[in-house]
């Protein structure tokens, strides 16, 4: 932070206005506008430099921190579109779809191997410290988490297991 708060505040209110109009000129959503200039000017204070021209610096970083949001915005929806996706309903329970995902894909796995991943995975857990509480082999979970990740990976990759 190379601004002291008494010239940066100076800076935003000189600088807000005409970063917002440009903004809005270009995404056409005050929202999306609002998030971009206020990242511009969040960028600007965390920086370590101290620009010469900062009104410049600002105008330059709003237009094209607003033109890599529009790409992404389009990118996006071309994603959407090529896949056919519609965006989840407001009602959307996206902590019950993935418990529902981890369910099935948990069918795929034996007993074991389902025991020894959620020993790493979900508790954290290493190797060494699986093995012994399970009283097997470090060689065997590894293994196990092998054939685990393949048919996760098939199941993923071709939707067969």
Not at 14 to 29: D, G, I, N, T, V
Not at 37 to 55: A, G, I, Q, Y
């Amino acid at each position: 932070m190379q601004y002291t708060e008494t010239e940066f505040e100076t800076l935003y209110t000189e600088c807000f206005p005409p970063s917002m109009k440009l903004a809005m000129s270009l995404l056409h959503e005050e929202d999306e506008a609002r998030d971009v200039v206020h990242e511009v000017f969040l960028r600007l204070w965390e920086s370590d430099t101290k620009v010469n021209n900062p009104t410049a610096y600002i105008i330059r970083s709003v237009r094209n921190t607003s033109i890599n949001r529009i790409r992404s915005l389009q990118t996006r929806d071309k994603v959407r579109q090529k896949l056919m996706l519609e965006p989840p309903p407001e009602d959307y329970d996206l902590e019950q779809r993935n418990e529902d995902v981890v369910t099935a894909v948990c069918k795929l796995l034996t007993a074991r191997e389902q025991e020894i991943v959620e020993k790493i995975y979900t508790e954290g857990k290493s190797y060494k410290e699986t093995a012994a509480l399970l009283g097997v082999s470090v060689s065997a979970v590894n293994k196990n988490i092998v054939a685990a990740l393949k048919k996760l990976r098939m199941h993923f990759k071709t939707g067969k297991s």
